[in-house]
């Protein structure tokens, strides 16, 4: 199984912070995904996991937030590293109030973000 185009714009996010190619984890594997109705735990399988994608503390949480859905819900996100060689092991998202969106699609990190987006395919 694969990332969900959700699951793969968290860990892009992780890519961005940590300066490097998202392109590595094209190859991502899931184990398992459960969902809840405030959100998604997936495991990834660890030997689909390539090298780069570590980190030296066991969680990352990004700052922002992002709007997921045709309702543009906002939601969190966190990645899990395994303890032993830091890497990626796990990702969940949640919702902040509501119900997860049955639709995951589009996704924005903000509606800043959002309109920066479409402007910037108007130039």
Known sequence: MKLTSLEMFFVREFCR???????????LKVKDRSRDPVGFMTTIVASSVPPELRFESRVFSSLRVACVGPDQ?????VLFFDGI???????E??????????????????????TMSLGREGN
């Open 17 to 27: 912070f940590a300066g490097i190619s998202s392109d590595i984890a094209n190859g």
């Open 73 to 77: 819900l906002l939601c969190g996100m």
């Open 93 to 114: 998202g949640f919702v902040y109030g509501e119900e997860w969106p049955s639709i995951e699609e589009p996704v924005f990190w903000s509606e800043t973000d959002r």
């Open 85 to 91: 060689e830091g890497k990626l092991d796990a990702i």
